[in-house]
């Protein structure tokens, strides 16, 4: 019976929990406990904060199921990341220094606010976005992986990248195009949030 559990989809292990078989909740924790406490411990860096977050994320993922506001759209794993990532977010707001602002009637304290929410938010999505990237390029065809390391990291110009590469412009642009085809079709097939 448990060999069967193991291999029903996201969706239909979330519609037997629903029911009430709880082993289906812990099948799927099983399947993505190690991925999600491993984005959690890479961003933040820190053992006691990253086992809070995860447990965090995971509660929340029991209560938006059980109270049924959860949607099957077979994307289970991109929403229980969405939520770590948001829960990370709020502990990087929450224990980050509030920036002093000078009182002057020109100075308007919400627009600061703002800016530092915004760039803790985005300094933490360029982390992992970065971090998906070099992983996913690995997996690229080699004249594919070296257009994107001489253009990306390189910071090449493509006629820089066709002399090195000893093709033609043309040919060089054609490879970063299948490159980034590549690389967006990989990161769906290993749940990977990127930014292309």
């Known amino acids: 019976m448990e060999a069967k559990i193991r291999q029903l989809t996201d969706n239909e292990l979330i519609t037997r929990y ?6 289906c909740f812990e099948v799927l924790l099983g399947r993505y406990q190690a991925k999600v406490y ?10 006691e904060i990253a086992d809070d977050i995860f447990q965090d994320t995971f509660y929340k993922v029991i ?3 059980n109270s049924d506001s959860y949607k ?3 994307k289970f794993i991109h929403w229980v990341m969405r939520i770590a990532h948001n829960l990370i977010v709020d502990h990087y ?6 920036p002093v602002v000078p009182n002057r009637p020109d100075n308007n304290v919400v627009d600061n606010l703002k800016v530092q929410d915004d760039n803790v938010e985005r300094t933490i999505m360029k982390k ?3 971090q998906n990237i070099r992983r996913l390029v690995k997996m690229l ?5 070296r257009v994107v390391i001489l253009r990306h990291y390189g910071k090449c110009e493509f006629k820089d990248i066709a002399a090195r590469t000893g093709v033609s412009i043309n040919t060089a642009l054609g490879r970063m ?3 980034i085809i590549n690389l967006r079709r990989l990161a769906r097939e290993n749940n990977m949030y990127i930014e292309l």
């Open 18 to 23: 629903r029911e009430g078989d709880t082993s």
């Open 38 to 47: 491993g984005y959690i411990f890479s961003v933040v860096k820190d053992k």
């Open 63 to 65: 209560v938006t199921i």
């Open 72 to 74: 099957d759209e077979n």
């Open 93 to 98: 707001r929450r224990n980050n220094k509030m």
């Open 128 to 130: 992992q976005t970065s």
């Open 141 to 145: 065809p080699p004249e594919q992986r």
């Open 177 to 179: 195009r299948y490159a």
